[in-house]
């Protein structure tokens, strides 16, 4: 038997934030504020993330460089692996990433790397709720309602990946 099968999924642009709820559009500029603590000298590109809990706690994130390179983290796992040391099991609502380089925001919503998108998957199975992502850009912002859409077949439960 041989099946073609097809992976896609929805999500919503949005061109200024102020189609967000309060909570989220808060949310978002708390992701711009953690841009401050970025530590990037090597690639001078900052990225801020502000991760809003189930139990109403935000914790913010931003990448953190390394002079061994490999060694640095991205602002999304800085924050995750925040919230889960602070608040284990305690489930992730919706996570905001924004960008800045040059001094500018990028104008294009921030992509997160395999990695980041591997760790909000096991972040939202753990927390058993669907996480929203908002990817924020000066111009553009996406908004994806479960962050498993991101990582298709990814690896949190190998039996159910090809149910
Ligand atoms: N980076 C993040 O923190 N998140 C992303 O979504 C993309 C990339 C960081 C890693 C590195 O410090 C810098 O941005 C340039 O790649």
Known sequence: MKN???YNFKYTEISTITELSTEEQNLVNQSLEALKTSYSPYSKFKVGAAALLENGEVILGSNQENGAYPSGLCAER?????AGAKYP???VKCLAVSACFEG?????PV???GACRQVM???QHIGKKPMRIILTGSEKSIVIENSAFLLPFNFVNTDKIFE
């Open 78 to 82: 800085v924050a995750l692996f925040y």
């Open 104 to 108: 500018e925001q990028t104008k294009s």
């Open 89 to 91: 099991g305690v489930p």
């Open 121 to 123: 998957i096991e972040t």
């Open 4 to 6: 073609h099968k097809e």
């Open 111 to 113: 992509s997160p790397c």
